[in-house]
């Protein structure tokens, strides 16, 4: 018999079960607190991890193109670009990464808004600690997740709404775009139209076209209707 065919055959050992890829998620807010809030709910998870942190929706942007999260939770308030211009570009420029919009205040004509403009969530900083993971369970598989106050009415009436706000009984005034919103914000927080147009990367003219169809669509009577109107919604601070 050949020393070939008494040689012993051994087999290498399995190769240890690979780690299953974690669900990366970038936390944007520009309160250092809430981000280590934040990081510190999802990271207590499996699964889960942080992958960087944003103080301000450029460097939220700047941080999507350089990590390509999974999902961004994001502050609706934010300096130098605001949580509907960020969630716009995310959507545009990272079509894989979901938005899960946190924010401090309700509102149901923004949240109608960042859902239009492609968030999948829309969650209230008074709920994260009881429904930050949950949303962020959904999310991560495929599934909206509205805050308990929008949850009902949400799933009623945004549903129905296909522009022409139909469901709006009350109000004849047409929804303002995401681009008006941002507009009203810059405004009614004090920006001249010069420092608006440079913010949003628009000529002054353009601005004042925003601002004039803004004041007849809402049927403001003046700019102070316009400040009124963005405290209501809590697009700025009062």
Do not use: W
């Not at 709910?41 to 992958?51: F, K, R, W, Y």
């Not at 941080?63 to 130098?80: F, G, H, I, S, W």
């Not at 545009?92 to 899960?100: A, F, R, W, Y």
């Not at 709404?161 to 004849?172: E, F, L, M």
């Amino acid at each position: 018999m050949t020393k070939e065919a008494t040689a012993t055959v051994t087999k290498d050992p399995p190769a240890p079960p690979a780690h299953p890829k974690k669900y990366r998620i970038l936390v944007a807010d520009d309160h250092s607190i809430v981000r280590r809030g934040v990081r510190a709910l999802i990271e207590s998870q499996p699964g889960l991890e942080v992958c960087a942190e944003a103080a301000n929706g450029a460097e939220a942007m700047h941080q999507v193109a350089k990590q390509r999260p999974d999902l961004v939770v994001l502050d609706l308030t934010m300096p130098e670009k605001n949580g509907l211009e960020v969630t716009r570009l995310i959507r545009e420029q990272s079509p894989n990464t979901d938005v899960l919009i946190l924010t401090m205040h309700f509102s149901e004509e923004v949240a109608r808004e960042v859902l239009r403009c492609g968030a999948r969530g829309y969650l209230l900083k008074s709920d994260a600690d009881v429904e930050l993971l949950t949303a962020v369970r959904h999310i991560q598989h495929h599934k909206p997740f509205f805050t308990g106050k929008l949850a009902t009415t949400m799933a009623e009436s945004f549903v129905r709404d296909t522009g022409g706000r139909s469901d709006n009984s009350n109000n004849n005034q047409a929804p303002l775009s995401a681009r008006e919103l941002e507009v009203v914000q810059l405004l009614a927080s004090g920006k001249s139209n010069k420092e608006a147009a440079a913010m949003i990367g628009v000529s002054t003219r353009t601005v004042e076209s925003h601002r004039n169809h803004i004041m007849r669509k809402m049927d403001f009577a003046s700019f102070s209707d316009l400040i009124r109107f963005a405290i209501r919604n809590n697009l700025i601070q009062p």
